[in-house]
Every structure is written in C-alpha cells, then in structure tokens.
C-alpha cells in the first residue's frame, strides 16, 4: 500500500479499524482494504485476487494506459480454479 503512494497514517487508520482508514476502518485486514490511490485491493478468498488482478490488467490494455497489474498469492491459492483460469485468460492474447 506505501509503495503505491498511500499514507502511513491511513494504512495504519485502516488496519486498526479506525474511521480515518482508506476504508473507512471496514478493512481492517490488509487483504481487505478496497481502493486507495492506485490499490485496489485484496480479496477475502482464497486466489481471488488473481481474477480481480486479470481483470484490471485487461482493463488497463483496453484503455492503453501506462500501467502495471500486480496480483500476488500463495501456495494455498495456486491449486484454485479461477487462477488456472486467469492465467488461460492472460495467455490468450487478450491483452495485446
């Protein structure tokens, strides 16, 4: 969240709970702080951040903007079908 250019004092608002969060202290969890200045977020189940990662990724292709999607994950994500799945989708050409 830091390295995308959010706050210390918001991050630590958020995943403290407070209302001064970039979540409104809703997250609590860094796998559950929704958007902030170019984060969007991790998910609360297991490798679905993978899909929300293709998804921004084919967005940012579609729109030709000069940005990166990053999405990253364990090895408890790595055996879920809609990884498999984003990965089939990213390798398609899609995002050409």
Known sequence: MLACGMEARGVMAELTGRHGGYSKGKGRLHAHVQQGEN???GHGIVGAQVSLGTGLALQIA???MNLVSLAYFGDGA???????ESFNMASC????
Not at 78 to 84: D, K, P, R
């Open 39 to 41: 984060f969007f977020g």
């Open 62 to 64: 579609i729109v030709a």
């Open 78 to 84: 790595s055996n879920q079908g809609q990884v498999y």
């Open 93 to 96: 050409g899609s995002f050409r």
